[in-house]
């Protein structure tokens, strides 16, 4: 997957073994749209979640409608 320009200008200022947890962190947080039911997570839209608080609202586009909406942040625990 391609990297967002935010993805990119992280990884160029840290190293890579902090860039790897910032992504697995990131793949953690999810959230699902509240016009279509997709579920995705912060990295797929190309954010960073790195050691936040479990749940949040935030703006985010959903990829699958295309449309924008405050979303609820979740933390999926594997």
């Not at 160029?12 to 995705?40: I, Q």
């Amino acid at each position: 997957m391609k990297l967002s320009r935010t993805q990119k200008i992280i990884k160029f200022f840290t190293s890579k073994a902090l860039f790897e947890k910032m992504m697995e962190d990131s793949k953690r947080y999810r959230f699902t749209c509240s016009n279509c039911g997709k579920e995705s997570s912060i990295w797929e839209i190309g954010g960073i979640r790195y050691k936040g608080t479990a749940k949040t609202k935030t703006g985010a586009w959903c990829l699958q409608c295309k449309k924008f909406g405050l979303q609820d942040i979740y933390k999926v625990e594997q």
